[in-house]
């Protein structure tokens, strides 16, 4: 059996030893915001809310978002959608952006959406909403990217696109009141 002698080492403050591990906790919770279970967590929990069924993380739709979330991070001043062929959210934070954060800020909007007359309060937005719970979008794909002019984007891509006109994001079923 070794021993050692401990009085040689330097002895550390129960308070470092806290800040340290709480430094470490807080780290280890932000990356853990960004995987795709988190992102695909935060939107079945929004879509079970309104009765829409889950929706799964998709590597073909996370691709096309992480290419254009590279694209896009190259300057962030202007936050412009792809066009291509799926639905999408984008979102914008200084200095960071957690997947689960962007998420919950787009659920934010949903004080804002009016099922009855599917439109959004005046002077409000709600689309990005409508995309987390539209009910035929089924496939999600994400990303985040560091922004060259500073801060981080979320981009979420979903497939098939929603917010078609005419159209609501899900069906009320009996019982249920919408705001």
């Not at 308070?15 to 906790?25: E, G, M, N, P, Q």
């Not at 412009?80 to 200084?94: D, F, I, Q």
Request: hydrophobic share 35%; proline share 5%; glycine share 10%.
């Amino acid at each position: 059996m070794i021993c050692h002698d401990m009085s040689s080492h330097i002895s550390v403050p129960l308070h470092v030893v806290f800040l340290i591990t709480l430094t470490l906790a807080s780290i280890s919770l932000f990356a853990a915001q960004d995987s795709p279970q988190d992102y695909v967590a935060a939107h079945n929990t929004a879509r079970s809310q309104v009765g829409v069924g889950r929706i799964v993380w998709d590597k073909r739709v996370a691709g096309y978002a992480s290419d254009y979330a590279k694209k896009l991070a190259r300057d962030c001043t202007r936050l412009v959608h792809s066009g291509g062929p799926y639905g999408e959210n984008l979102a914008w934070a200084s200095p960071d952006l957690t997947g689960t954060r962007a998420v919950n800020m787009w659920v934010g909007e949903k004080p804002y959406y009016n099922y009855n007359s599917n439109s959004c309060a005046p002077g409000k937005v709600c689309g990005h909403y409508t995309q987390v719970v539209w009910r035929n979008s089924v496939r999600l794909g994400c990303a985040k990217a560091r922004c060259a002019t500073g801060g981080t984007l979320v981009t979420c891509n979903y497939d098939p696109p929603g917010n078609v006109a005419g159209q609501k994001p899900y069906g009320v079923t009996k019982g249920w009141m919408s705001g």
